[in-house]
């Protein structure tokens, strides 16, 4: 539903909705591409074990995400669409 009413707002304001899938996201160097959880040193930290590189996790998490986008839309919206929707469909609600 909340998949929905962004996708209104973004068609009323003229943009696309790219859904991605937000694995690793958190852990997963923007410059080199390793994953791993040692790269998340704290809450706010991300240090890469493999080149070093130091940023803002929420920052490097961004550019991932940026990165993941710019993939799908390279590759196809609707291929990752449906992957996200049987992710979406195979998850247990939230507890509230
Ligand atoms: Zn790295």
Known sequence: MFKDFLSYKMNWYGGDLILINPKNTSIKCSIC????????????????????????ADLNASKNILAEGHSVIACGVEVLVSTVKQELQTRKPAVV
């Open 33 to 56: 591409s390793h994953v791993a959880k040692e790269n998340r040193k704290s809450l706010i930290k991300f240090q890469c074990v493999k080149c070093k590189h130091t940023e803002n």
